[in-house]
């Protein structure tokens, strides 16, 4: 039976394919920042230094959000809501230690254990970058802590004495609040169970970064999906063609963050655009056309009836697929032991 009404069954597969079958399905996703995260490799903000834009070829460094960072937080939700729902439990499969391999978090993001098995992840995710500069984008924090009678002491200086206030302090980058990350994330042969889950977590997920208990509030917001025959243009491209396209109407008012607003009306248009010039089969749903559908897919993830739905259509089409495939893989595995 069919979840969705708005969408043709023929962007689906009626089962998760073995083999690459050539169907992609885009979430064309805009992360904003609402509080201070932390997208950082040893200690150090990721950042990367490319063009500002396609036409606007002046060097920028603009902060980098790695893949990991995006899909891991968003695999993890989906866990979250699998073991709610009763479908996974705890003992059965723990993330990056024991997977339970039958699942639609392992059959859909992938695994990799040893001589187990490992299982190719169908969702696709590449590096997101700021639309707006490094410099405008972050800012630095001391850090200290309080003792019980008032005085701080910087953190790390655990062994200092009460009420003895150290000179040393420490001082970190923190990506401000209000910066813009597009980011496109690909789901490789989708059945409709697999896509309104991959869709579910994206809309949930809600913390990114280190420190994920403290700090790393994100907001995703979807401009659009596309279904296609093939991948389409890069995050950064995106994120170039963006800054032209704010640029060409002046609405980059440095050093004030972005409006919102002005960031997903040309984050559409940049989209639309550049998928023009794509050689590929393609049908859009982005603007007006996303909006019933996004509209539907609320309102089913949005339900306890709608979301038991989702969850338990995709742990059926993970459970066949791993019994025909992830089982037969472990039997030649053990033969040829």
């Not at 995006?70 to 439990?89: C, D």
């Not at 025959?229 to 963006?242: F, H, K, P």
């Not at 963050?257 to 997903?264: A, I, N, S």
Request: glycine residues 6%.
């Amino acid at each position: 039976m069919a979840l969705l009404k708005t969408l043709n069954s023929k962007f689906f597969h009626t089962e998760i394919p073995y083999k690459p079958m050539g169907k992609y399905v885009h979430f064309l996703t805009v992360r904003i920042t609402e509080s201070y995260p932390l997208f950082q490799t040893d200690g150090e903000l990721n950042k990367a230094r490319v063009r500002a834009g396609i036409a606007d070829k002046t060097p920028i460094s603009r902060l980098s959000m790695f893949k990991r960072k995006q899909s891991t937080p968003e695999r993890l939700v989906g866990r979250e809501l699998l073991r709610t729902y009763g479908l996974v439990k705890p003992e059965e499969c723990e993330y990056n230690v024991e997977f339970g391999m039958d699942n639609p978090d392992c059959i859909i993001y992938g695994f990799a254990i040893g001589d187990s098995g490992s299982e190719k992840s169908k969702v696709v995710v590449d590096t997101a970058f700021s639309i707006t500069p490094f410099d405008q984008s972050h800012e630095t924090f001391t850090l200290n802590a309080p003792y019980e009678n008032g005085t701080m002491a910087s953190k790390g200086e655990a062994g200092s004495k009460p009420g003895e206030v150290t000179s040393r302090i420490n001082q970190q980058d923190h990506i401000r609040p209000q910066v813009f990350f597009p980011s496109i994330v690909t789901l490789k042969d989708p059945t409709e169970a697999s896509f309104l889950y991959v869709f579910n977590n994206i809309l949930r997920t809600r913390h990114y970064g280190a420190q994920t208990t403290r700090t790393g509030r994100v907001r995703n917001e979807l401009v659009g999906v596309v279904f296609a025959d093939g991948e389409i243009v890069s995050n950064l491209r995106w994120t170039q063609a963006i800054f032209d396209q704010m640029n060409a109407t002046g609405t980059l008012h440095s050093p004030d963050p972005l409006d919102e607003d002005d960031v997903m009306s040309a984050a559409n248009q940049a989209i639309s655009a550049l998928l023009t010039e794509e050689f590929i089969v393609h049908t859009d749903f982005i603007g007006d056309t996303f909006k019933p559908l996004l509209g539907e897919v609320k309102a089913l993830t949005g339900s306890e009836e709608g979301i038991k739905s989702i969850l338990q259509q995709a742990d059926k089409e993970a459970k066949t697929y791993a019994s025909k495939h992830i089982s037969s893989k472990k039997k030649t595995a053990a033969k040829a032991g």
